[in-house]
């Protein structure tokens, strides 16, 4: 007895010190603290900010980089850079995960399992990496691809040259393209270059469909001015924001009205509100409606009157209440045209159906009835470029080019393909097969991605590509701020040591060298190349160019300031176009849509992580959705009322069928959404690369792009993609996992006096 | 250690006329405060790190709906409830009138958490861990922190020292309110915002963009909220923690909700 | 004027020392079962310390969780062995004698145990030198003396040393009978606690005077450590439903009701292990009984009165709390528990004479009122961080996590195992307590006069 209680007493005292002792304390806990002071009170060593540009943001903004003892520490606008003027996006600090990244690929790789199977060996650069190249180039340089992201500035001219000299084509890529609203750009105003939008200067903003202070277009830009446009100092009245847009964005949730009107209907209702305009003499002074209608006035657009036109729109009754419908859209239109300077824009969904092109169109076309076509807060236009080797804007592809060069590969006139940070299998819908042409032994594919993607892990021969922090480049802003702007993109640090990249710039003109291309591509390098443009620039003797007396000083004062720039160098006034309306008018045509089914669905760019090029960034998965407040995960917005009706709770797993396939995503109930229109972000969805992008549950990380129909049917006039024509059935699964949301457990709705009434006041207007 | 120190108040203003809730501040801050990668756990959990925070509200009903927007982060309240409850000083007003964290003291307990009325106080539950190479992108100004403490926003105190390094060696003296509007001093996320929602000042500063907002509250309490001349008003301005940040409230042309008292 | 035959010293001795003399059957396997569960805990906690706190259902805005509410528990046990002892002895309330003991000693150890909670859910419990004590002036870490954080050890510090000094006069006497009744080392230690005590009147004396001051000075000491302990919450003012004024006289009265019925409890269970029936007996549970109907409707009053303010200032957030207290799921339901047990189940078993000498109606009820205190505190703590001001946006619900559960669970395993030890040692039930309040029964005639046979305690 006595010996045993001896025993368990010793054993159960032993075991529980041994299992609270057992390495609780860390290392790190045992590191001298000084209790006192503030460690941040004693910041220590140098640091330095270096000016170049920020890839990770769309638009182009300009950055400065904080860099301490060689390593990268801070990404933030360039207060000097006159695209985003020292603000930034969500998206601008992704630049320094992509810098540091655990998964990114440190030398070059070549192909040893099946394709697409991920099994690669890695070789040298010299000679092995550049002799395959080498030799490719030489056997299948006739009728290659290179497909690029879109490339501004001197790496767009260099891919440019490249592909032309050795008789194949350079196309660039984007998920969701820009070639209907160029088209249209093209078609009302005769400009080649997207334009800027001077909201800081307006009074009334009319968007359609644009989600500008989020995704589209320059939206750091676009920010700022809007942040000027509500309370700018100085101005006598506050802006005001009207958003016609199915979805509610966030920039409809900025909006002080949201029109949910029915996809693809944008262009009536500008049409109808250039009638009411026109019919009731609310137009600008300077507006030449006999030219724009070839003398017929309203009556051109007598089939778009009010009346016909507002039930189409199918706007809740709730938002007129006590007028007709008809009366709505006449007030709307006096609205706008009574609050000079007012803009017109147009632009994602609205451009993305099958009638898109007539959309913008008839949307652009208002600018001119209020007279804000080239001024101070109106649409200001963009010159070219200041020398000419370089182009101006992106040579971006369309469904239609996409499905060419699908083509070529399968008829074997294209046998080399040549991809830069650009991913067409991901981007692209299913149904352009883009995969299974890739997928041919006749083929051999180089990628230069410096991470694993859906297309890269295709590749027979991957070559690493330093990332813009590490690299010389160029860009000409696009949309640009209506002056000319060239910025100067410079290697803030070297690579770690336990990478190995090397410049796609500088290795596309070693090859064109090795080739004997020299002739089209002289130079030795990109550095190089824009120290020759940098001469050029000097010679020109304007903007920057006139603060230095020598070429060499400029070069220095470029790669301070981040660019080179000319306030005076302003774009054009455009004129107006003879019988613009009429044209316009004459294509007015209601949107088709694929498949059937109960929901309109409406894709859109991820706030942080665009279409997916960002996904492998832990930053910008953890960003939360501006709206829905979720992280990591694909969710399906569906309106709450209706989700209830169809009883489905936040977070369960429902398959979203269109004609073109199928998805599953995590259901999010949105308060504000219409009932007949589900959202789904772009993003996720992918297999391959980095974990932070294709860790997630396959039920909760799909690719919307998948639901997309390709077919003839469903292009834009101009042969894009119409990615908002899609209608699609959503089926529970009866499976359910947790939504990872940064908002709480409750709805986050006023409780009698919360912070979230505090903060409105109601002033006339 | 800068030894000779201006006699600044720091303060901001926050104007929800402005704010989009495009997130960029969020992000800045990560960056630039070293804070933990918030992995989906993070959020499944309710303990996702943000010392500034975009709070998103509802309002109204379908299609007469509006969502608002607020940015929240530590208000550096001259009155701040967690401060006194701290048994180790581990959270305290420095010379800069900051509401300062310092990791090293930090026990624990999480009380400062429950007194803070604003929520801006994050407690690192796990141990906070960055892959190999990512670690080369921390800010060596920024302590790391280590689990089983809380954290919090400092107004980037090391942007601060910084500054007033820099200005030393300038030779302009100590950091003053020229110097600083010389963009010298700028928190993170005051510099990444977009619209400029975010402005930061010296109260002391007769010229500072951010003087008559506080002048106008100062001058009216909560209980004379109407009569002030200006959109500002302070976050639970009748607990009396005299916050160091000003909210100027949006403006509503055709709110959902009819006529505001405020 | 007492129930019950009257023993002779050698009974009273070899009844009440049986605990120690030889064990019973059961007792080293229970225990036994107990380390376990200790064991078990201590891993836990050891992952915990290790890991980080991630591993508890803690997230942001609730803090403060599980640990806490059991920490507020136990302090609420030891409220019962001074309530008892001090109170009744200055009020020379003879039916106390059996109870004293037993009641102190649960203060002790309950206490020891509640101080572990705090320790263990702060982030990094190695350090609490920080603050506890001011290790290093020169650097200048004092602790920081406003905070409520740092009144609780200081309170419960002092209530423990004096609790300890209280236990320890009224052992002495015991001491020495044990001194005389053991061998071998046991003899060797009992000599040197019994601090050389004959019995004379003169030790008598002293022994008793210093019982009474003690009692007198620990009262004060017993009703601020559990006001201090309200204060952690009550000074919190940015939790509306804890920032309330009326906390302290409403914690320190929840404490005597969960503690005496404890109390109750346990001596229920020593009658019945140790075969005491002759000196815990009927009458004894049955007074605890009649008090604790008192103590009850003082508790309910403020419980009443406490949610009456709450409502009276209407506002927005603290009624938002309330609604989740009273209804939504399951705190509603946890709310219905804890009112019923706390209060209507006991003391309707209380209010007959003939339950209150039923041994198993009265654990029924002490339990009963034990299970709802521990619930009044979780439904003070939680909800009120649920929905934390107005903030709905960040609102988050909590669950305590299998490690909470287990280390919360292990607490009742300690304090159980720690009275099973010590009546192991010493008895549970005073010796010379109980003989004195029989020889006082005995009176001597003196000529005509009559006197006690023993001067009495005034
Ligand atoms: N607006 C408002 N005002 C109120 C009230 C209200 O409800 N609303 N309540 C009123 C009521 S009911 C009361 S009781 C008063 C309370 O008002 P006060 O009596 O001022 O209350 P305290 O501030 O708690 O205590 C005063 C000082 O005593 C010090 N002190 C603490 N312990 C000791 C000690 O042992 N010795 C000495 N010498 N000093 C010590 C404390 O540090 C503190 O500085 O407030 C009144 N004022
Ligand atoms: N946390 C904390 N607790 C304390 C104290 C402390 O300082 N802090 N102080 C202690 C002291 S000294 C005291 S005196 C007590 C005070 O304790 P309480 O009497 O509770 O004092 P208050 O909280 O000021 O008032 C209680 C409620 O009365 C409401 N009330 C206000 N005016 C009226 C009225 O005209 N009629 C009615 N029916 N109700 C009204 C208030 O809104 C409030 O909700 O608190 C004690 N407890
Ligand atoms: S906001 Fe919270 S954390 Fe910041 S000072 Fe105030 S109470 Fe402290
Ligand atoms: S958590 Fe840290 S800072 Fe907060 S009160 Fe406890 S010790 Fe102080
Ligand atoms: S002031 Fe600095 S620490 Fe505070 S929220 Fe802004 S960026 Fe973060
Ligand atoms: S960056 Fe500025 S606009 Fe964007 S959410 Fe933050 S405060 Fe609002």
């Known amino acids: 007895m006595k010996l045993t209680r001896r025993n368990f007493l010793a054993w159960a005292g032993l075991s529980a010190v041994g299992a609270v002792a057992c390495d609780v304390i860390q290392e790190e806990e045992l590191i001298l603290q000084s209790p006192r002071d503030l460690p941040e009170d004693l910041v220590k060593g140098r640091d330095n900010w270096y000016a170049t540009l920020g890839r990770q943001a769309t638009g182009g903004d300009g950055v400065i980089v904080r860099v301490m003892e060689g390593r990268a520490k801070k990404i933030q606008g360039n207060p000097k850079y006159p695209v985003n003027l020292g603000k930034q996006s969500v998206r601008t600090e992704g630049g320094l995960q992509a810098l540091y990244h655990p998964d990114r690929i ?307 006139h294209t046998r080399l393909a040549l991809i830069h940070e650009a991913d067409p299998v991901h981007g692209l819908p299913a149904s352009v097969g883009f995969a299974g042409a890739l997928d041919r032994d006749d083929l051999f594919i180089v990628s230069f991605s410096p991470f694993l993607d859906e297309t890269s892990i295709m590749a027979d021969l991957v070559l690493p590509d330093r990332v813009f922090l590490e690299d010389w480049g160029s860009d000409i802003p696009e949309p640009g701020p209506g002056y000319q702007v060239i910025g100067m993109q410079q290697p803030v640090v070297n690579p770690l040591s336990d990478l190995n990249p090397r410049s796609f710039g500088d290795l596309l003109l070693s090859m064109a060298q090795e080739l004997g291309r020299e002739t089209t591509l002289p130079w030795s390098g990109v550095e190089a190349a824009l120290k020759e443009s940098v001469e050029a620039l000097y010679n020109l003797g304007q903007g920057t160019s006139t603060l230095v007396d020598s070429a060499g000083a400029l070069w220095n004062l470029m790669l ?203 002033t006339d207007h | 250690m800068v030894t000779s120190r201006v006699d600044h108040k720091w303060g901001m203003v926050v104007d929800l006329d402005r704010c989009n809730g495009c997130q960029a501040c969020v992000v800045a801050c990560q960056v630039e405060n070293n804070l933990p990668i918030n992995d989906k756990n993070a959020f499944l959990q309710s303990r996702a790190y943000e010392w500034i925070r975009i709070e998103r509200y509802w309002e109204g009903e379908y299609p007469n709906i509006k969502a608002r927007f607020i940015p929240v982060l530590c208000q550096h309240c001259e009155n701040a409830p967690c401060e006194p409850v701290c048994p180790v000083y581990a959270t305290y007003h420095n010379d800069d009138g900051l509401n300062v964290q310092l990791y090293n003291r930090c026990v624990g307990t999480r009380y400062c958490i429950n007194n803070c009325p604003y929520q801006v106080r994050f407690f690192n539950y796990w141990q906070p861990n960055w892959p190999e190479r990512l670690q ?102 009748e607990m009396n923690t005299k916050p160091n940040l000003i909210y100027l409230k949006k403006v509503e042309p055709n709110s959902v909700k009819g006529e505001h008292h405020g | 004027m007492q129930e019950g035959r009257i023993l002779s010293t050698r009974e009273i001795n070899r009844d009440l020392l049986r605990s120690i003399l030889e064990s019973p059957r059961w007792f080293w396997p229970v225990v036994a079962v107990l380390g376990l569960i200790l064991l078990v805990a201590s891993i836990a906690i050891g992952i915990m310390v290790n890991r980080g706190l991630g591993v508890t259902g803690l997230n942001r805005p609730v803090a403060w969780g599980f640990f806490i509410t059991n920490f507020v528990f136990w302090i609420g046990i030891s409220h019962a062995g001074v309530m008892l002892s001090a109170i009744l002895r200055l009020a020379k309330a003879e039916w106390r004698r059996p109870a004293t003991r037993a009641a102190e000693v649960l203060t002790l150890f309950s206490l020891m145990t509640a101080m572990i909670m705090p320790i263990v859910h702060t982030g990094r419990p190695w350090r609490i030198l920080y603050w506890v004590f001011p290790y290093d002036f020169a650097r200048g870490i004092w602790p920081n003396i406003r905070t409520p954080l740092v009144w609780d050890p200081s309170a419960i ?32 230690v009992y000599t040197l606690l019994a601090m050389g005590w004959e019995g004379n009147a003169r030790q008598w004396k002293l022994q008793i005077i210093a019982g009474v001051l003690l009692s007198a000075l620990i009262l004060p000491v017993f009703v601020s450590v559990h006001s201090i302990v309200s204060w952690d919450f009550g000074m919190a ?92 799921w399951p705190y509603n339901a946890w709310f219905i528990v804890f009112v019923v047990t706390t209060y209507f189940i006991p003391v309707a078993l209380w209010l007959s004479r003939a339950w209150r000498r039923n041994l198993w109606i009265m654990s029924i009820a002490c339990i009963s009122v034990n299970i709802g205190m521990w619930l009044e505190r979780f439904l003070i703590i939680v909800p009120g961080l649920v929905n934390k001001q107005v903030f709905t946006f960040t609102w988050a619900d909590y669950a305590p996590s299998p490690f909470e559960i287990i280390i919360v669970g292990a607490t009742f395993a300690l304090v159980t195992m720690l009275m099973l030890l010590f009546s192991r040692v010493f008895p549970l039930v005073p010796l010379y307590d109980v003989k004195e309040g029989d020889i006082l029964k005995t009176e001597v005639q003196i000529g005509r006069r009559t006197v006690p046979a023993t001067f009495r305690e005034d």
């Open chain 3, 157 to 188: 510090l002092t209530y423990l040393t004096s609790s300890t000094l209280f236990v320890i006069i009224a052992l002495v006497p015991d001491f020495a009978v044990l001194r005389d009744h053991t061998t071998g080392v046991a003899h060797r």
């Open chain 1, 106 to 412: 440190s030398g070059p790789l070549l192909r040893t399992g099946p394709r697409g199977s991920g099994q690669f060996r890695a070789i040298e650069w010299e000679p092995e990496a550049l002799d395959i190249l080498k030799r490719e180039l030489r056997a299948r340089g006739q009728g290659m691809v290179l497909i690029t992201e879109p490339l501004r500035g001197h790496l767009g001219m260099i891919a440019e040259r490249f592909a032309d000299a050795l008789g194949g084509k350079h196309l660039g890529f984007e998920t969701l393209d820009d070639t209907t609203y160029r088209a249209a750009v093209k078609e009302v105003f005769g400009q080649d270059l997207l334009p800027d939008f001077d909201i800081a200067n307006a009074n009334y903003v009319l968007s359609f469909g644009a989600d500008f202070l989020s995704t589209w277009g320059s939206s750091t830009r676009l920010s700022t001015a809007y942040g000027e446009f509500r309370q700018g100092i100085g101005r006598e009245r506050r802006g005001t924001l009207v958003q016609v847009d199915p979805r509610f964005s966030l920039t409809a949730a900025n909006a002080d009205q949201w029109l949910p009107i029915k996809p693809g209907m944008e262009g009536y209702l500008a049409l109808s509100l250039a009638y009411v305009i026109i019919s009731e003499g609310l137009q600008a002074s300077g507006a030449d409606i006999d030219r724009l209608t070839d003398g017929q006035g309203a009556a051109i657009l007598n089939a778009y009157n009010p009346e016909t036109v507002a039930p189409l729109l199918e706007l809740p009754a709730q938002l007129h209440q006590g007028k007709s419908a008809a009366d709505f859209i006449r007030e709307l239109a006096r609205n706008f045209a009574g609050h000079h300077p007012c803009i017109a824009i147009g632009g994602d969904s609205a451009g993305a159906h099958t009638n898109g092109f007539f959309n913008l169109q008839a949307i652009y076309v208002l600018n001119y009835l209020v007279g804000s076509v080239g001024e101070k807060g109106g649409i200001r236009f963009n010159p070219g470029s200041p020398i000419s080797v370089l182009p101006a804007f992106a040579k971006v592809g369309s469904l239609q080019d996409w499905v060419e060069v699908a083509n070529d590969i399968r008829s074997g």
């Open chain 1, 560 to 762: 301070q300031q981040g660019g080179w720039w000319n306030e005076d160098a302003t774009g054009p006034k455009p004129g107006v176009p003879a019988g613009l309306l009429n044209r316009i008018t004459a294509q007015g045509n209601e949107p088709g849509f694929a498949g059937s089914g109960d929901f309109y669905l409406l894709p859109f760019a991820h706030n942080s992580l665009l279409d997916g090029r960002n996904a492998h960034l832990p930053w910008m998965q953890a960003a939360p959705d501006p709206i829905t407040t979720v992280t990591w995960q694909t969710w399906v917005e569906v309106n709450s009322r209706r989700a209830a009706e169809l009883n489905l709770r936040e977070g369960d797993v429902v398959r979203v069928e269109s004609a073109a396939g199928s998805i599953t995503a995590l259901v999010y109930p949105n308060p504000a959404l219409p009932p007949d229109v589900v959202a789904v972000p772009l993003g996720q969805g992918r297999r391959n690369g980095s974990h932070y992008a294709s860790g997630g549950d396959r039920r909760e990380s799909s690719n919307v792009i998948d639901l997309l129909s390709s077919d003839t049917t469903n292009r834009t006039e101009t042969g894009a993609l119409a990615w908002a024509g899609n209608r699609v059935r959503v089926v529970a699964t009866g499976e359910s996992i947790r939504v990872s949301k940064f908002e709480g457990i409750f709805p986050a709705r006023e409780i009698a006096i919360t912070a979230g009434e505090e903060i409105i006041k109601v």
């Open chain 3, 237 to 328: 003012v940015a939790v509306k439903t804890w920032h309330s004024t009326v906390f302290a006289p409403y914690f320190v009265v929840g404490a005597v009701h969960s503690g005496v019925s404890a109390v109750a409890f346990v001596l229920i269970l020593l009658r019945w292990c140790y075969g005491w029936q002759d000196y815990i007996r009927h009458e004894h549970i049955d007074a605890l009984g009649r008090l604790l109907i008192v103590v009850a409707t003082g508790w309910f009053y403020f419980l009443v009165m406490e949610l009456l303010f709450g409502m009276y200032g209407r506002e927005a957030d603290e009624l938002a709390v309330r609604a989740l207290q009273f209804t939504s």
């Open chain 2, 136 to 237: 080369n992108q921390l800010n060596p100004d920024v302590s790391v922190r280590t689990r089983g403490i809380t954290e919090k926003c400092t107004f980037c105190i090391q942007r601060l020292r910084r500054a007033e390094l820099k200005v030393e060696r300038q030779g302009g003296g100590k950091l003053n309110d020229t110097t600083l509007k010389a963009g010298n001093y700028m928190p993170a996320c005051v510099q990444a915002c977009p619209t400029n929602a975010l402005v930061f000042g010296d109260q002391n500063d007769v010229q500072s963009p951010i003087q008559p907002y506080f002048d106008d509250v100062n001058r009216y309490d909560v209980h004379h909220e109407h009569e002030r001349k200006t959109r500002g008003y302070r976050l639970l301005e």
